[in-house]
């Protein structure tokens, strides 16, 4: 699988992004999804997981109600809505696969796109 993460940019704090991840192969309906990110400094955090069937979600904290996942297994994508962006918020952006909601949870991923600059100014 490979994945490639689009959709960052520069917005002020309140405002929404919509990140999008597409993914080739055949085995994409296959895998749970992860968004990840980085901040300067600091190491990668976990923001949101969904299942294969998009039926189980997880969400850090630091999101949970502002942050949104979801996927089109048809198209083989995957999207982070992000609303109500916090100057914390600001990172790059990665998406990735993995085998089931728990281990993308937990980091381990077997898939890995470049990332997306997010950039939301105060």
């Known amino acids: 699988v490979q994945l490639q993460a689009s959709g960052g940019g520069l917005v002020q704090a309140g405002g929404s992004l919509r990140l999008s991840c597409a993914a080739s192969g055949r085995s994409f309906s296959n895998y749970a999804m992860g968004w990840f990110r980085q901040s300067t400094g600091k190491e990668r955090e976990f923001v949101a997981a969904?299942?294969?069937?998009?039926?189980?979600?997880h969400y850090a904290d630091s999101v949970e109600d502002r942050f949104t996942i979801s996927r089109d297994n048809a198209k083989k994508m995957v999207y982070l809505q992000m609303n109500s962006l916090k100057p914390e918020d600001t990172a790059v952006y990665y998406c990735?696969?993995?085998?089931?909601?728990?281990?993308?949870?937990?980091?381990?991923?077997?898939?890995w796109g470049q990332g997306t600059k997010v950039t939301v100014s105060s």
């Open positions: 969904i299942s294969w069937g998009g039926g189980s979600i």
């Open positions: 990735a696969a993995g085998r089931a909601l728990g281990p993308v949870v937990g980091g381990s991923l077997d898939y």
